[in-house]
T-cell receptor, first 113, second 113 residues
Framework: GESVGLHLPTLSVQEGDNSIINCAYS??????FIWYKQESGKGPQFIID?????DKRQGQRVTVLLNKTVKHLSLQIAATQPGDSAVYFC????????????FGKGTLLTVNP | NAGVTQTPKFRVLKTGQSMTLLCAQD?????MYWYRQDPGMGLRLIHY???????AKGEVPDGYNVSRLKKQNFLLGLESAAPSQTSVYFC????????????FGPGTRLTVT
């Protein structure tokens, strides 16, 4: 079946730098693309979502970009902080429903002080 | 609000034993989900519920059963545990409309020997 995948399994950045986490998706029918953050030993936490009719959405220190032409999603974190160290998952709503999500395998972001 | 809580946090089972994982949410959410997370993989949907008294199969339902007798609770049962069910289990809940944001519990680490 269709699935969401990630380009890089690990990413290491210096504190204060910007981080970019990438994701490839294959389900053209998905309406929403979502980013979750999972800190060690905790459950995933919603960061931001973007609807399929948008190219860009900004939150607090985060920006999600959606390129439907190449089926690519990215999460940009500005001025990365040690507290941003976590695994980041992209997800998409399966089959267009609001509630069934398909998750990617995750990218581990490590922020070096 | 406590959000989403899960009981127990850790459990070790022998092959063939049964157990029930309890999930509770106090946000009056209609939708609830059970996921499993294995090393190096994203979350995979086991079963979900779109309302009290309803359940449906997700991506990996075999070997699990669920019940949603009360709106705030969602139970996941393993009738005859197998080593392949060793995993971290996450419960989540969400509103029925207008959002793809799911709220996750802290997880239950299950080991089957």
């Amino acid at each position: 079946g269709e699935s969401v995948g990630l380009h890089l399994p690990t990413l290491s950045v210096q504190e204060g730098d910007n981080s970019i986490i990438n994701c490839a998706y294959s389900n053209s029918a998905s309406d929403y693309f979502i980013w979750y953050k999972q800190e060690s030993g905790k459950g995933p936490q919603f960061i931001i979502d973007i609807r399929s009719n948008m190219d860009k959405r900004q939150g607090q220190r985060v920006t999600v970009l959606l390129n439907k032409t190449v089926k690519h999603l990215s999460l940009q974190i500005a001025a990365t902080q040690p507290g941003d160290s976590a695994v980041y998952f992209c997800a998409e709503n399966s089959g267009g429903s609001n509630y069934k999500l398909t998750f990617g395998k995750g990218t581990l972001l490590t922020v070096n002080p | 609000n406590a959000g989403v809580t899960q009981t127990p946090k850790f459990r070790v089972l022998k092959t063939g034993q049964s157990m029930t994982l309890l999930c509770a949410q106090d946000m009056n959410h209609e939708y609830m989900y059970w996921y499993r997370q294995d090393p190096g993989m994203g979350l995979r949907l086991i079963h979900y519920s779109v309302g009290e008294g309803t359940t449906a199969k997700g991506e990996v339902p075999d070997g699990y059963n669920v019940s949603r007798l009360k709106k705030q609770n969602f139970l996941l049962g393993l009738e005859s545990a197998a080593p392949s069910q060793t995993s971290v289990y996450f419960c989540a809940s969400s509103y029925s409309t207008g959002s793809v944001e799911q709220y996750f519990g802290p997880g239950t680490r299950l080991t089957v020997t």
